[in-house]
């Protein structure tokens, strides 16, 4: 009976991993003027095929705010794991000891980014859907396989979408993971990014509108981006995101981070130590699936494209109450998110409704929240996602975006 087991879940995991290569197809066949910012880029389709995209570098010089970190790269694994402890021990004193105060970075980084619009028609210009992947993942997050893809969601509907490797991830750019990579960091480069969609300066596209839809750690970095640049986004879409931080401590526990170095060392041997990624596939698991809600395969996928987190983002995480965005926020999470509600969404009462008053004071009547059900921390890779992506798209539309 076990071994019948094993057999069948291998083969459904290679049925998925196994899925049609993304069809490439020639520049002739999109206007020329499409490419404009994109240094190298390549024309595929989307994972469902519902979309075209054109992927490739785009050169962001930023200038941010960070903060000086008293903190060296970590040694190894039990470097790692303390830095852990000591961060959710009872009268934790990390901050006081590791952070201190303002150090002013800058440069021109290299940020690996993908515009998509529907096969057969042309780029929406009213509208741009500005995804940011979390800790763990890159870009693909919002494209991981066919019928998981909220670009081919929104191709479907007739949208835009733009999303990108954070700095540090995949295959944008690694500076130093503890001094450089941060979530201030990480705001103004998306802030940049925005105002290249907004004013032509990526695919000779002037996008009206901009909705951030942001997972995890990305959904902190849109909470910054509505902070520091309100007038930047419409709309703001927050997936994996609460007002709790009860489940945090367990679910670190749990995925077991590690330097990415050894973790995965045919990937990520060339990464300093303050690179992080989940130590296992049971700590991916753990962290951001939920049983029975997804297909074993796609946990396989997770852990063999997994991303990495760095100290530094890890150290500057932070949830202002945002005082000066007035437009709508929609708060979409699996019901049994772990690391944001402890495996229950809806206890002690509704993590996701109670977001609008907690962060979003001034946010606009038309905000939203939804739970989708059997889902865990990564929503994207359950089977419920195409339900989170139509309560998304009918709360864009709602908002006449």
């Given at each position: 009976?076990?071994?019948?087991?094993?057999?069948?879940?291998?083969?459904?995991?290679?049925?998925?991993?196994?899925?049609?290569?993304?069809?490439?197809?020639?520049?002739?066949?999109?206007?020329?003027?499409?490419?404009?910012?994109?240094?190298?880029?390549?024309?595929?389709?989307?994972?469902?095929?519902?979309?075209?995209?054109?992927?490739?570098?785009?050169?962001?010089?930023?200038?941010?705010?960070?903060?000086?970190?008293?903190?060296?790269?970590?040694?190894?694994?039990?470097?790692?794991?303390?830095?852990?402890?000591?961060?959710?021990?009872?009268?934790?004193?990390?901050?006081?000891?590791?952070?201190?105060?303002?150090?002013?970075?800058?440069?021109?980084?290299?940020?690996?980014?993908?515009?998509?619009?529907?096969?057969?028609?042309?780029?929406?210009?009213?509208?741009?859907?500005?995804?940011?992947?979390?800790?763990?993942?890159?870009?693909?997050?919002?494209?991981?396989?066919?019928?998981?893809?909220?670009?081919?969601?929104?191709?479907?509907?007739?949208?835009?979408?733009?999303?990108?490797?954070?700095?540090?991830?995949?295959?944008?750019?690694?500076?130093?993971?503890?001094?450089?990579?941060?979530?201030?960091?990480?705001?103004?480069?998306?802030?940049?990014?925005?105002?290249?969609?907004?004013?032509?300066?990526?695919?000779?596209?002037?996008?009206?509108?901009?909705?951030?839809?942001?997972?995890?750690?990305?959904?902190?970095?849109?909470?910054?981006?509505?902070?520091?640049?309100?007038?930047?986004?419409?709309?703001?879409?927050?997936?994996?995101?609460?007002?709790?931080?009860?489940?945090?401590?367990?679910?670190?526990?749990?995925?077991?981070?590690?330097?990415?170095?050894?973790?995965?060392?045919?990937?990520?041997?060339?990464?300093?130590?303050?690179?992080?990624?989940?130590?296992?596939?049971?700590?991916?698991?753990?962290?951001?699936?939920?049983?029975?809600?997804?297909?074993?395969?796609?946990?396989?996928?997770?852990?063999?494209?997994?991303?990495?987190?760095?100290?530094?983002?890890?150290?500057?995480?932070?949830?202002?109450?945002?005082?000066?965005?007035?437009?709508?926020?929609?708060?979409?999470?699996?019901?049994?998110?772990f690391p944001n509600c402890s495996g229950n969404c809806s206890l002690p009462y509704n993590l996701a409704a109670a977001v609008k008053d907690a962060f979003y004071p001034l946010?606009?009547?038309?905000?939203?929240?939804?739970?989708?059900?059997?889902?865990?921390?990564?929503?994207?890779?359950?089977?419920?996602?195409?339900?989170?992506?139509?309560?998304?798209?009918?709360?864009?539309?709602?908002?006449?975006?």
């Amino acid at each position: 009976m076990r071994s019948s087991a094993i057999v069948a879940a291998l083969a459904l995991a290679t049925s998925v991993l196994a899925a049609p290569a993304k069809r490439t197809t020639a520049f002739a066949d999109i206007p020329v003027e499409y490419l404009k910012g994109f240094k190298n880029p390549i024309i595929e389709s989307s994972a469902g095929g519902k979309a075209l995209c054109i992927s490739g570098m785009i050169d962001v010089t930023v200038s941010a705010t960070n903060i000086l970190m008293k903190s060296q790269e970590p040694a190894n694994d039990i470097a790692v794991t303390e830095l852990l402890v000591e961060t959710f021990q009872i009268n934790s004193t990390v901050s006081e000891k590791l952070v201190g105060g303002p150090n002013s970075v800058n440069g021109t980084f290299g940020i690996y980014s993908k515009l998509c619009f529907p096969v057969g028609g042309s780029i929406n210009a009213t509208t741009v859907h500005f995804t940011i992947h979390g800790a763990g993942f890159g870009r693909e997050y919002w494209d991981f396989a066919p019928g998981y893809s909220y670009v081919d969601f929104a191709a479907e509907q007739g949208y835009t979408t733009f999303s990108y490797d954070r700095l540090g991830s995949a295959q944008s750019d690694h500076p130093d993971p503890i001094q450089i990579v941060q979530l201030n960091i990480q705001v103004s480069i998306a802030h940049e990014l925005i105002q290249s969609l907004r004013t032509g300066g990526i695919s000779d596209t002037a996008f009206e509108h901009v909705v951030g839809v942001g997972h995890s750690l990305g959904s902190f970095q849109t909470v910054g981006i509505t902070t520091r640049y309100p007038d930047d986004l419409d709309a703001a879409v927050l997936t994996g995101f609460s007002p709790s931080l009860a489940g945090i401590p367990v679910a670190f526990a749990g995925v077991n981070l590690a330097p990415a170095a050894g973790s995965q060392p045919l990937r990520f041997s060339s990464l300093a130590n303050g690179y992080l990624s989940s130590g296992d596939i049971h700590g991916t698991q753990f962290f951001f699936f939920r049983a029975p809600g997804f297909d074993p395969a796609l946990l396989d996928l997770a852990e063999m494209n997994k991303q990495t987190v760095t100290v530094g983002e890890f150290l500057t995480i932070a949830k202002p109450v945002v005082t000066n965005f007035t437009g709508p926020i929609d708060v979409v999470n699996g019901e049994s998110d772990f690391p944001n509600c402890s495996g229950n969404c809806s206890l002690p009462y509704n993590l996701a409704a109670a977001v609008k008053d907690a962060f979003y004071p001034l946010a606009s009547n038309g905000s939203s929240w939804y739970l989708a059900p059997l889902s865990g921390h990564g929503l994207n890779l359950h089977y419920s996602a195409p339900g989170a992506y139509e309560h998304i798209l009918d709360f864009v539309k709602r908002n006449g975006l």
